[in-house]
């Protein structure tokens, strides 16, 4: 009978895809392990993990509304509700370790791991640890992370630099870029943007973009892949049609089910800074421009983005700039192939490709 992980965590593909992946590396490692995850009910690991082959378990737990006291009311009895079924799941499962990944499912399944003695590992992607995170790490045995520095959040002893793992099939890009370019209905000979607004999309960055579609969509030497998000698509796709803009020159998406075509297409990229994302876009080793949301906990994707930055390995725009010039920051880096150069050299080398064969294998070491 092979060992029992148990995986926890999601609430976005920055927790949902290093998970699997990290599931995947198991399986790979030791064929008859039995791995179970555990998620928050109506967040998109509920679909995302059974997809990838999976059982999962939905706990009824919510992060803090920042914006709604009275939405946190409930928020005290979900969560000792949460942890009674974070237990009794670990209980019928029959666990031998508990992985966190982040997301709002990692917080109840890891306390209750830890009030049972179980052996737990916390796998942190960001450069700025969360608070539930830094919690949890008081009793985890390892604390996986992406970045240099987190002894600051978490005691040394402990740490493994790792960086987060990746959708080994999102990367392979070699030898793909003149099929990438046909599925796309795009031209070989211009060059390609591609626009990431994260897994659920960025109004924001739909916004920008928009700012400037009859700009864009005269380039004769650029053309765009435009990932909307699948909330806003409609609405883009509507006024996309309204455009003057050259026929096939801005091609919008709702999703990237290929991630490793848009990559391969791409002469340029232009993405949130979400700790999954960066990780992946470091293996591609594409020039970035990096615009971070700052509607998350602690700012992380700033400091996620700046991690890259201090390297010379991305370049940076805030939000506040975003808006005047994102899109003219773009063509000129696209236009300096010296500068494009350099950062691509740069960002290859932080790439840490193997990451979940790193945990994975970390996590049977707890076992054994």
Same mark, same amino acid.
């Given at each position: 009978?092979?060992?029992?992980?148990?995986?926890?965590?999601?609430?976005?593909?920055?927790?949902?895809?290093?998970?699997?992946?990290?599931?995947?590396?198991?399986?790979?490692?030791?064929?008859?392990?039995?791995?179970?995850?555990?998620?928050?009910?109506?967040?998109?690991?509920?679909?995302?993990?059974?997809?990838?082959?999976?059982?999962?378990?939905?706990?009824?737990?919510?992060?803090?509304?920042?914006?709604?006291?009275?939405?946190?009311?409930?928020?005290?009895?979900?969560?000792?509700?949460?942890?009674?079924?974070?237990?009794?799941?670990?209980?019928?499962?029959?666990?031998?370790?508990?992985?966190?990944?982040?997301?709002?499912?990692?917080?109840?399944?890891?306390?209750?791991?830890?009030?049972?003695?179980?052996?737990?590992?916390?796998?942190?992607?960001?450069?700025?640890?969360?608070?539930?995170?830094?919690?949890?790490?008081?009793?985890?045995?390892?604390?996986?992370?992406?970045?240099?520095?987190?002894?600051?959040?978490?005691?040394?002893?402990?740490?493994?630099?790792?960086?987060?793992?990746?959708?080994?099939?999102?990367?392979?890009?070699?030898?793909?870029?003149?099929?990438?370019?046909?599925?796309?209905?795009?031209?070989?000979?211009?060059?390609?943007?591609?626009?990431?607004?994260?897994?659920?999309?960025?109004?924001?960055?739909?916004?920008?973009?928009?700012?400037?579609?009859?700009?864009?969509?005269?380039?004769?030497?650029?053309?765009?892949?435009?990932?909307?998000?699948?909330?806003?698509?409609?609405?883009?796709?509507?006024?996309?049609?309204?455009?003057?803009?050259?026929?096939?020159?801005?091609? *919008?998406?709702?999703?990237? /089910?290929?991630?490793?075509? %848009?990559?391969?297409? =791409? $002469?340029?990229? !232009?993405? +949130?800074?979400?700790?999954?994302?960066?990780?992946?876009?470091?293996?591609?080793?594409?020039?970035?421009?990096?615009?971070?949301?700052?509607?998350?906990?602690?700012?992380?994707?700033?400091?996620?983005?700046?991690?890259?930055?201090?390297?010379?390995?991305?370049?940076?725009?805030?939000?506040?700039?975003?808006?005047?010039?994102?899109?003219?920051?773009?063509?000129?880096?696209?236009?300096?192939?010296?500068?494009? *150069?350099?950062?691509?050299? /740069?960002?290859?080398?932080? %790439?840490?490709?193997? =990451? $979940?064969?790193? !945990?994975? +294998?970390?996590?049977?070491?707890?076992?054994?």
């Amino acid at each position: 009978m092979g060992h029992k992980v148990i995986i926890s965590g999601g609430g976005t593909g920055g927790h949902v895809f290093p998970a699997i992946a990290i599931a995947n590396a198991l399986r790979r490692m030791e064929p008859d392990v039995e791995i179970l995850f555990v998620g928050a009910n109506g967040r998109m690991e509920m679909d995302r993990v059974p997809e990838a082959g999976y059982k999962i378990v939905g706990l009824d737990i919510q992060g803090i509304d920042r914006n709604s006291l009275l939405n946190n009311l409930a928020l005290p009895f979900k969560l000792i509700n949460s942890l009674i079924k974070a237990r009794k799941t670990i209980k019928e499962f029959g666990a031998d370790v508990a992985v966190g990944v982040g997301g709002f499912a990692s917080g109840p399944l890891l306390m209750a791991a830890n009030n049972m003695g179980m052996p737990t590992l916390i796998q942190e992607q960001n450069s700025y640890a969360g608070i539930t995170n830094k919690l949890l790490g008081k009793k985890a045995q390892k604390i996986c992370v992406a970045y240099e520095g987190m002894d600051a959040f978490f005691p040394a002893e402990k740490i493994m630099l790792t960086g987060n793992p990746i959708r080994r099939d999102s990367v392979a890009i070699t030898g793909k870029r003149e099929f990438a370019l046909q599925v796309f209905g795009l031209q070989p000979h211009k060059k390609t943007i591609l626009i990431i607004g994260g897994s659920l999309g960025a109004k924001q960055m739909n916004g920008y973009v928009l700012d400037v579609i009859h700009e864009l969509g005269e380039k004769e030497d650029v053309q765009f892949i435009w990932q909307t998000g699948k909330r806003y698509y409609e609405h883009m796709q509507e006024i996309l049609d309204m455009s003057k803009v050259i026929p096939g020159n801005v091609k *919008a998406v709702p999703f990237l /089910e290929r991630m490793d075509l %848009a990559y391969a297409a =791409a $002469d340029l990229i !232009i993405s +949130r800074a979400g700790a999954g994302t960066i990780s992946e876009l470091c293996v591609v080793g594409k020039p970035v421009i990096l615009v971070p949301s700052p509607n998350v906990a602690e700012d992380h994707q700033t400091k996620n983005a700046k991690a890259l930055v201090a390297k010379e390995a991305a370049v940076m725009i805030s939000e506040a700039d975003a808006k005047h010039t994102m899109m003219h920051v773009a063509l000129a880096l696209l236009a300096d192939e010296a500068k494009c *150069a350099s950062l691509s050299t /740069e960002i290859e080398k932080m %790439a840490k490709p193997d =990451a $979940d064969e790193t !945990i994975a +294998r970390e996590i049977l070491k707890m076992i054994k």
